[in-house]
């Protein structure tokens, strides 16, 4: 499996902006989902964007569609890196954000759904908890 490590969470006002970052390691071969999922206080765990490497679709929550953005690095120093750009953020985004991963072919939209994960239940990191308020 491989391991996981997300960052870059904090305290921001609404409206403001932050950038996660997810550093992967021990990629396995072959097709591979990623995503960010985030757990709020008293509700359960949800998908917020994930890609696929089977058919390279890309999948966002409508509640997040036009101010998140998922990036993978593109430099040789970040290309194991997944990036969760929030902008114009919510009271209601505040929540732990944890970044997955798991061998998976399949449309991305299915892998974030939480059914994608293979009986081992994929790779997460700790989470990183981000709190949008005033």
């Known amino acids: 499996q491989s391991q996981i490590a997300e960052s870059g969470g904090g305290l921001v006002q609404p409206g403001g902006s932050l950038r996660l970052s997810c550093e992967v390691s021990g990629f396995t071969p072959g097709h591979y989902a990623i995503g960010w999922f985030r757990q709020a206080p008293g509700k359960e765990r949800e998908g917020v964007s994930c890609i696929s490497t089977s058919d390279e679709s890309v999948y966002y929550r409508d509640s997040v569609k036009g101010r998140f953005t998922i990036l993978r690095g593109n430099e040789k120093d970040t290309q194991n890196t997944l990036y969760l750009q929030m902008d114009s953020l919510k009271e209601e985004d505040t929540a732990v954000y944890y970044c997955?991963?798991?061998?998976?072919?399949?449309?991305?939209?299915?892998?974030?759904?939480?059914?994608?994960?293979?009986?081992?239940?994929?790779?997460w990191g700790q989470g990183t908890l981000v709190t949008v308020s005033s």
């Open positions: 997955a991963s798991d061998a998976f072919v399949g449309g991305a939209w299915y892998f974030c759904s939480g059914f994608g994960f293979s009986a081992g239940g994929g790779s």
